[in-house]
């Protein structure tokens, strides 16, 4: 599946703890874009979407949620609970995300600008498109 998780190197202990993370070090593409997510009622399901090229990496600063992913053959849930992981989409995953703690901030690293072109909002297009792509 095109979605991987990264752990990233934590620095510090008892005095609090800090990720550090450089491009094309520990984030494999350009950075075009910062966005986040939070203030999410427990049960809302968000995402329901695939993206055609947009690469993204997912950190869970606060609180915790699950994330549900896709490839069109394979479905598996990610439990993201720390900022010390960042969980890697590449394109053409579907994604939901749902089960958010009171208190989950998502912060979103992506590598390319905000274009409503690369979503595919619709699960039967987005299978006819894994179908057509074998
Ligand atoms: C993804 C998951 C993890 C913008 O104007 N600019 C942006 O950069 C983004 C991300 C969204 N928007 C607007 C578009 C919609 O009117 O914000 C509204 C909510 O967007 P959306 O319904 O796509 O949000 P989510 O939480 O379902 O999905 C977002 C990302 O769109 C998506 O790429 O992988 O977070």
Not at 36 to 57: F, M, T
Not at 66 to 91: A, M, Q
């Amino acid at each position: 599946m095109n979605a991987q998780l990264l752990d990233f190197v934590v620095h510090g202990d008892h005095d609090g703890k800090l990720v550090a993370l450089e491009e094309h070090e520990d984030i494999p593409f350009d950075v075009r874009r910062v966005y986040y997510i939070w203030g999410n009622s427990p049960d809302v399901c968000r995402g329901k979407h695939a993206h055609d090229k947009l690469e993204q990496i997912i950190i869970c600063v606060s609180g915790s949620c699950d994330f549900i992913l896709d490839d069109g053959n394979e479905r598996k849930t990610v439990h993201l609970d720390t900022p010390s992981r960042g969980l890697y989409i590449k394109h053409d995953i579907w994604r939901e995300f749902t089960n958010f703690s009171e208190d989950c901030v998502l912060v979103v690293l992506a590598s390319e600008h905000y274009k409503e072109s690369d979503y595919t909002r619709n699960y039967h297009d987005f299978l006819r498109k894994c179908t057509n792509e074998k």
